[in-house]
């Protein structure tokens, strides 16, 4: 077997492997909801704590974020192939501690002012459940700093092939939260499940602690800001920032227009958590096991392997993605039913969720192209366009948030931010194919289209079994019926990635 074969299974069963971690982590972030919904519903109390949970993640969005392995893992990849291992590696102790330092000023003063930002995040809820989301805010400020030296352990082992690992993380935190509603929630409440969440995300930087010791990286006081790869680092850090504002600034978005709605913050945040569930399982595997690969690609100056990437990954992408959003949008409030409707939480709220559900679906196939060719340009330390079409988007999503929030409710909310990440899209790979990219050629093209036939093709069906199919064994029935559907007409249209796999899957059988 030659080596570009061997290259290739091997990043395939790294991905496989990443899939079923990611889908474990997303299953169990599934569960945490369910038993958030089944315990406050969109009462006061949940809305209190979606708010303080989410202001702290934002802020880190917004001030530090997407730099952190963005700006890492290009520049280390480049001191690993052109320097030395050393070299990285003392890269990775400054830039560490510089992370550490931002993130302990970040959270200071997000304790200090919790009250004014819990107020400017959500001005319309009541004064009691404001009161309540500042002081669940404080608990929950330092997971800032222990995001910021998780994100940074992420960047390193992902850049020496360890992509397992770093897929474990929320695993473990989403585990923590689920443990602590079994065990304690019925004794210490909402303020416990404020601790709990701190404790799961200190618990994504400790557990890669032993992995990144046993690469070579030391703690150290040492913060060379001298260093031209740290300058380079945050030269780049600004644009990056930027340019990974579009999700944030949405929820921000979302959240502030949401308050005016009885219950429409929680309605909000759980939908919105579906959908990242739901559309990070790929997406997120996709682009974080390919990024360090683009990133040697463009340090060592192999531009086709980059390309060949590109192409591969955005076909593999939307031959998943597609039917899933179709299979979303048809089947939002069965969905939200099965998922959440208990307890607290009644058809009501499951009404409302599915409407936002249901919009930020259109989204997915966009979010995964952009993050695709977002994560092209910082292989190539391209920062500036991806900072400006992330701010073009921004100024079209509050557009169109403004407009649509009182014509459609919480469905218009979703549905800007949908519109927000299909410009972003649309942009960057415009931009991509004027720098000499050809993302996809006309047979490609087809190919997806196929796809998306066969997925509307699949959309109408299950929408038409839905109304004779309830419940959870309902559900389950029919997403199967769809999935046959799909690859059925896939199959029937021509579509190549769908033939190789029932290809290679009839082979399977006839050897064993």
């Known amino acids: 077997m030659d080596t570009e074969e061997k290259k290739s299974r091997r990043i395939v069963k790294t991905a496989l492997l990443m899939v079923i971690i990611t889908l474990s982590a997303k299953i169990l972030g599934m569960v945490r909801d369910i038993f958030l919904a089944a315990a406050y519903g969109t009462s006061p109390e949940a809305v209190a704590y979606d708010t303080a949970s989410r202001l702290p993640l934002i802020i880190f969005d917004f001030v530090i974020g997407g730099v952190i392995t963005a700006s890492f893992i290009p520049v280390f990849n480049e001191i ?135 690469k070579g990286f030391r703690f150290s006081l040492k913060l060379d800001l001298r260093s031209p790869y740290i300058k380079k680092a945050f030269a780049m850090a600004l644009p990056i920032l930027v340019s990974s504002w579009v999700q944030p600034f949405c929820n921000l978005i979302n959240t502030r227009f949401a308050s005016s709605i009885e219950g429409g913050i929680s309605a909000m945040g759980y939908a919105n958590r579906l959908y990242l569930i739901i559309v990070g399982v790929f997406t997120f595997v996709a682009t974080n ?77 966009f979010y995964a192209l952009n993050e695709v060719c977002t994560k092209k ?83 109408t069906a299950v929408w038409y079994l839905s109304l004779y199919l309830s419940g959870i064994i309902g559900l389950a029935i029919n997403v199967l019926i769809g999935a046959v559907i799909y690859f059925l007409i896939c199959f029937l249209l021509g579509e190549r990635m769908t033939r190789d796999i029932i290809c290679k899957i009839l082979r399977i059988k006839r050897r064993n």
């Open 289 to 365: 096991l390919l990024f360090p690969y683009f990133s040697k690609a463009q340090a060592s100056g192999d531009r086709e392997e980059g390309e060949k990437l590109t192409r591969t990954s955005i076909k593999s992408l939307m031959l998943i993605i597609l039917p899933i959003t179709v299979g979303i949008f048809a089947l939002s409030e069965p969905i939200i039913s099965v998922i959440y409707q208990r307890n607290e939480f009644n058809a009501d709220d499951v009404v409302m969720t599915a409407e936002a559900l249901r919009f930020f679906a259109l989204g997915m196939p």
């Open 377 to 459: 340009f910082f292989a190539e330390q391209k920062t500036l366009p991806p900072m400006i079409t992330a701010l073009v988007s921004i100024a079209f999503n509050f557009a169109f948030v403004v407009v649509l929030a009182d014509k459609m409710g919480i469905a218009g909310i979703a549905l800007s931010s949908a519109i927000a990440v299909m410009i972003n899209a649309f942009l960057n790979a415009y931009l991509r194919y004027r720098s000499g990219d050809k993302l996809l050629s006309c047979r490609d093209l087809l190919s997806i289209l196929a796809m998306l036939i066969a997925s509307l093709a699949m959309g």
């Open 80 to 214: 690993l192939i052109k320097k030395s291992k050393k070299d990285a590696l003392d890269f990775a102790g400054s830039y560490v501690n510089v992370i550490l330092l931002l993130t302990t000023l970040i959270t200071i003063i997000g304790v200090a002012f919790s009250e004014t930002l819990v107020g400017w995040l959500a001005p319309d809820i009541s004064e009691s459940t404001s009161g309540l989301a500042s002081s669940l805010s404080r608990i929950m400020f330092p997971m800032i700093i222990f995001t910021g030296l998780a994100f940074s352990f992420v960047g390193l082992l992902q850049s020496f092939g360890n992509f397992l690992l770093p897929a474990v993380i929320s695993l473990v935190s989403n585990l923590i939260m689920v443990l602590y509603f079994i065990f304690f929630n019925d004794r210490f409440g909402i303020w416990g499940l404020s601790f709990a969440m701190l404790i799961g995300w200190g618990a994504q930087a400790l557990i890669q602690l032993p992995a990144v010791l046993k």
